[in-house]
């Protein structure tokens, strides 16, 4: 069974920093390609930063571009989500996600993903 622990969300002030966490077990991150997505209220999930097993490079989102820090540690089956000069807008429920077998393209659309953690919430107050 593949299960993913998000861990790392609260509450913070505007222009505040939160590390968020992923923990997988039950399946290498080796070959698989790791994302995060949220989701606000009465809004559909997004996707907000992500990592190829194969690519150097990491995608982001526009809104989070310059602010948001995506890695992942493939020996410790852990993906980290590092975000600073956080937004009012960047509140919803955090999610990370793995798609196995790495797809080369789809990497934003959640039904493109195999598995999912419960979320986490983040609140960032004004």
């Known amino acids: 069974q593949v299960l993913l622990v998000e861990s790392g969300g609260g509450l913070v002030q505007a222009g505040g920093s939160l590390r968020l966490s992923c923990a997988v077990s039950?399946?290498?991150?080796?070959?698989?390609?790791m994302g995060w997505f949220r989701q606000a209220p009465g809004k559909e999930r997004e996707f907000v930063a992500g990592?190829?097993?194969?690519?150097?490079?990491?995608d982001n989102a526009d809104s989070v571009k310059g602010r948001f820090t995506v890695s992942r540690d493939n020996a410790k089956s852990t993906l980290s989500l590092q975000m600073a000069r956080l937004k009012p807008e960047d509140t919803a429920i955090y999610y990370c996600?793995?798609?196995?077998?790495?797809?080369?393209?789809?990497?934003?659309?959640?039904?493109?993903?195999?598995?999912w953690g419960q979320g986490t919430q983040v609140t960032v107050a004004s």
């Open positions: 990592l190829s097993s194969i690519r150097t490079t990491t």
């Open positions: 039950g399946r290498t991150l080796i070959g698989c390609y």
């Open positions: 996600a793995m798609q196995c077998p790495e797809s080369l393209v789809y990497h934003t659309s959640p039904s493109r993903y195999d598995f």
